[in-house]
């Protein structure tokens, strides 16, 4: 993993940024665009942006609604154009964001998008794309609970939302566990969505409609609360595996209340993100494809992950 810094740049700055008040002159701006900018796991994300855009000497901007409407994520997206930045990295996990990753492209502006799988030419003008194959940790979910439940029993799978990587996770997964496991029947994935109380709401309908559920993957960083939520409701307990590595879902898998948690390479991808555009900027080749690995978080692995969460907590309240 790439260290974090205990410090960052300071959020006064980020601020003249966003608005575009400064007088000054600055440094060369790369943007991250991106929804749900108070969500735990899109902090982690930010804060990978912020602290390489600090080391390569970029100034940051973050543009980032408090919702996950692809409207107002593309809307900040396209008034920061006239900022005129070096780099965007942009959370474009689904086709709406295809064409404004074109309209940057088109301006000269090279742009990054971390954590989606987008296939090279799906979306025109995209210079790169940086994260951890959905594919490699499904397989590996899969492998898991398979185990867990001795080869039998039936599995819920929930999404936060259906986009590029989360599709994929859910269909790799079915494939992996049909493979290995013919007799554990795995159902059609159904939308969770990011607010928990409607999630855990839902998980407990599926409960309900399906008694013989005895495990559950979700492909949302919201997964493991979902999933502890609606065994506490129903009182029936499952195998469960979420998404990421904030504090409450490694307090859950800690606790026993879900079997672990995917080690999405968020910080990691993010800082990536910003190297490669960097590289671009300076006129260097980018390879299109570049891989991070993402393990699957039990009981006995949280240590190191509670440690880069204090890092990355001492840095959030620097930004204050």
Same mark, same amino acid.
């Given at each position: 993993?790439?260290?974090?810094?205990?410090?960052?740049?300071?959020?006064?700055?980020?601020?003249?940024?966003?608005?575009?008040?400064?007088?000054?002159?600055?440094?060369?701006?790369?943007?991250?665009?991106?929804?749900?900018?108070?969500?735990?796991?899109?902090?982690?994300?930010?804060?990978?942006?912020?602290?390489?855009?600090?080391?390569?000497?970029?100034?940051?901007?973050?543009?980032?609604?408090?919702?996950?409407?692809?409207?107002?994520?593309?809307?900040?997206?396209?008034?920061?154009?006239?900022?005129?930045?070096?780099?965007?990295?942009?959370?474009?996990?689904?086709?709406?964001?295809?064409?404004?990753? *074109?309209?940057?492209?088109? *301006?000269?502006?090279?742009?990054?998008?971390?954590?989606?799988?987008?296939?090279?030419?799906?979306?025109?003008?995209?210079?790169?794309?940086?994260?951890?194959?959905?594919?490699?940790?499904?397989?590996?979910?899969?492998?898991?609970?398979?185990?867990?439940?001795?080869?039998?029993?039936?599995?819920?799978?929930?999404?936060?939302?259906?986009?590029?990587?989360?599709?994929?996770?859910?269909?790799?997964?079915?494939?992996?566990?049909?493979?290995?496991?013919?007799?554990?029947?795995?159902?059609?994935?159904?939308?969770?969505?990011?607010?928990?109380?409607?999630?855990?709401?839902?998980?407990?309908?599926?409960?309900?409609?399906?008694?013989?559920?005895?495990?559950?993957?979700?492909?949302?960083?919201?997964?493991?609360?979902?999933?502890?939520?609606?065994?506490?409701?129903?009182?029936?307990?499952?195998?469960?595996?979420?998404?990421?590595?904030?504090?409450?879902?490694?307090?859950?898998?800690?606790?026993?209340?879900?079997?672990?948690?995917?080690?999405?390479?968020?910080?990691?991808?993010?800082?990536?993100?910003?190297?490669?555009?960097?590289?671009?900027?300076?006129?260097?080749?980018?390879?299109?494809?570049?891989?991070?690995?993402?393990?699957?978080?039990?009981?006995?692995?949280?240590?190191?992950?509670?440690?880069?969460?204090?890092?990355?907590?001492?840095?959030?309240?620097?930004?204050?």
């Amino acid at each position: 993993m790439i260290p974090i810094a205990r410090r960052m740049l300071p959020l006064s700055l980020v601020s003249v940024l966003i608005v575009g008040c400064s007088q000054q002159e600055t440094k060369p701006t790369f943007q991250l665009v991106m929804p749900l900018k108070g969500h735990p796991v899109h902090q982690i994300v930010q804060l990978g942006f912020l602290d390489a855009c600090r080391k390569l000497g970029y100034e940051a901007t973050i543009l980032a609604p408090d919702s996950a409407a692809p409207d107002a994520v593309l809307g900040m997206g396209e008034a920061g154009l006239a900022q005129k930045p070096k780099g965007v990295v942009a959370w474009a996990g689904a086709p709406e964001f295809y064409p404004f990753i *074109k309209r940057v492209a088109d *301006k000269g502006i090279p742009i990054v998008v971390p954590h989606f799988p987008i296939k090279e030419g799906e979306a025109p003008g995209l210079t790169a794309i940086v994260g951890c194959d959905p594919r490699e940790y499904s397989r590996a979910a899969a492998e898991a609970i398979g185990q867990q439940l001795g080869g039998k029993g039936t599995v819920a799978v929930t999404q936060g939302g259906f986009n590029n990587t989360e599709n994929m996770v859910s269909e790799a997964f079915t494939a992996r566990m049909k493979e290995l496991f013919p007799q554990i029947k795995v159902l059609a994935p159904q939308e969770e969505g990011f607010d928990p109380p409607t999630a855990i709401a839902k998980a407990v309908a599926i409960l309900q409609a399906n008694p013989d559920v005895v495990a559950a993957l979700s492909t949302t960083g919201g997964g493991p609360t979902t999933w502890a939520g609606a065994q506490k409701e129903t009182g029936r307990k499952l195998c469960a595996i979420g998404m990421d590595y904030t504090r409450v879902n490694l307090d859950l898998v800690k606790n026993g209340e879900v079997y672990a948690t995917v080690a999405q390479p968020l910080y990691e991808e993010a800082y990536k993100a910003v190297e490669l555009l960097d590289k671009a900027v300076r006129g260097e080749k980018v390879p299109y494809e570049n891989r991070l690995p993402a393990p699957l978080i039990t009981k006995d692995k949280v240590g190191p992950y509670y440690e880069l969460l204090d890092r990355v907590e001492a840095t959030m309240r620097s930004l204050r």
